[in-house]
């Protein structure tokens, strides 16, 4: 079995700051206001950590993510 990182924001608690767009191919801003959107749910594992700096530096805390298996 493999292993990947689901990513998961709750766009409810995000107020916008943008610190999750260093990973740009995960993250985006919503076009028409100041809230986070995943552009992809699930990264490689090799991702972890990445991906949990990201929801640590989170002030809202909007972000979290957990490894699944496929």
Known sequence: MAER???????????????????????????????????MRFVDISRLDEMEDAARDCPANAISCRVVQD
């Open 5 to 39: 990182v689901e990513v998961i924001l709750d766009t409810k608690k995000c107020q916008g700051y943008g610190l999750c767009l260093g990973s740009d191919d995960v993250f985006e801003m919503e076009p028409e206001g100041n809230v986070a959107r995943l552009k």
